[in-house]
T-cell receptor
Framework: AQSVTQLDSHVSVSEGTPVLLRCNYSSSYSPSLFWYVQHPNKGLQLLLKYTSAATLVKGINGFEAEFKKSETSFHLTKPSAHMSDAAEYFCVVTPRGTGRRALTFGSGTRLQVQP | KAGVTQTPRYLIKTRGQQVTLSCSPI?????VSWYQQTPGQGLQFLFEYFSETQRNKGNFPGRFSGRQFSNSRSEMNVSTLELGDSALYLC????????????FGPGTRLLVL
């Protein structure tokens, strides 16, 4: 069994300030973890993924996330928010290497960026 | 390389009708998965096709079905539409069945009246 909890449904930051979107997971298997972003009326775009290599993962648009097994967390960060970062962000977990399609999505965090 | 494409982008149907949605995966990707996104239930997995065979299935009624063609393009069909089927339907492709990294299309927004 697996689950994902995104701890904040809404996050509001000012442009130029850091972004922190929190994600905790549980999984019976060694997990692969992903962050996706969804802009209004668009599909999901892959930001970054963790699949057992380095625990600090760098993604597109300046985002990064750190896999912390002891804390079962995979928080998404960005040093400086940009207006174009305003979107909904989804944390996703899947069991690694099983070949099963078993993605579990978090409920999403809506990021608002104030000018 | 072109991304995942979905057609149509928007659809309006009435209860009881049926609908067919289409998805073309990224070139070379052989797995296509379908997801339903609603405000209340979030993102839910419908099913996955690989090599023209359904490989995985989510917890949806039999009114939801799909198929995949030899060129990896996939269609999803919903019969006897209900109001609750109104949603954004997303298609995602990956290289292989169960491939962990999926690439999503823009979605088809279905409104059932």
């Amino acid at each position: 069994a697996q689950s994902v909890t995104q701890l904040d449904s809404h996050v509001s930051v000012s442009e130029g300030t850091p972004v922190l979107l929190r994600c905790n997971y549980s999984s019976s298997y060694s997990p692969s973890l992903f962050w996706y972003v969804q802009h209004p009326n668009k599909g999901l775009q892959l930001l970054l993924k963790y699949t057992s290599a380095a625990t600090l993962v760098k993604g597109i648009n300046g985002f990064e996330a750190e896999f912390k097994k002891s804390e079962t967390s995979f928080h998404l960060t960005k040093p400086s928010a940009h207006m174009s970062d305003a979107a909904e962000y989804f944390c996703v977990v899947t069991p690694r290497g099983t070949g099963r399609r078993a993605l579990t999505f978090g409920s999403g965090t809506r990021l608002q960026v104030q000018p | 390389k072109a991304g995942v494409t979905q057609t149509p982008r928007y659809l309006i149907k009435t209860r009881g009708q049926q609908v067919t949605l289409s998805c073309s995966p990224i070139s070379g990707h052989r797995s296509v998965s379908w997801y339903q996104q609603t405000p209340g239930q979030g993102l839910q997995f419908l099913f996955e096709y690989f090599s023209e065979t359904q490989r995985n299935k989510g917890n949806f009624p039999g009114r939801f079905s799909g198929r995949q063609f030899s060129n990896s393009r996939s269609e999803m069909n919903v019969s006897t539409l209900e109001l609750g089927d109104s949603a954004l339907y997303l298609c995602a492709s990956s290289l292989v069945a169960g491939g962990e990294t999926q690439y999503f299309g823009p979605g088809t927004r279905l409104l059932v009246l």
